[in-house]
Nanobody, 126 residues
């Protein structure tokens, strides 16, 4: 059983940066691909970035490409989301999700996600 906890969210001005962490307990996060999602109140959750088990494959969606990057430190059982040049439209609750199956890598299909964290809020505003 994997328990995921996100941290690192907060209030940041436009153009600023944040690094989110997703730390796992209960099992090895290195056995899972990890996807980052975000959700704005009243809207559907959307995938934003992803990373494979070894950290050798990463991807992000067009709206954040070049600004958001996933990375991981399996020795620390932690995956990160570095977010740069933040925009007001990046505001939302950010979740990490772990997927054991290859179909869960960067597909952002929620059916493939085996474990979810509870999220950390990000506010981009002056």
């Amino acid at each position: 059983q994997l328990h995921l906890v996100e941290s690192g969210g907060g209030l940041v001005p436009p153009g600023g940066s944040l690094r989110l962490s997703c730390t796992a307990t209960g099992s090895s996060l290195g056995d899972y691909h990890v996807n980052w999602f975000r959700q704005v109140s009243g809207k559907a959750r959307e995938g934003v970035a992803c990373i494979n088990t070894l950290g050798t494959v990463t991807n992000s969606v067009d709206s954040v490409k070049g600004r958001f990057t996933a990375s991981r430190d399996n020795a620390k059982n932690t995956v990160y989301l570095q977010m740069n040049t933040l925009k007001p439209e990046d505001t939302g609750n950010y979740f990490c999700a772990a997927a054991a199956r290859l179909g869960g890598l960067c597909s952002f299909q929620e059916d493939y996600m085996d474990y979810w964290g509870e999220g950390t809020p990000v506010f981009v505003s002056l």
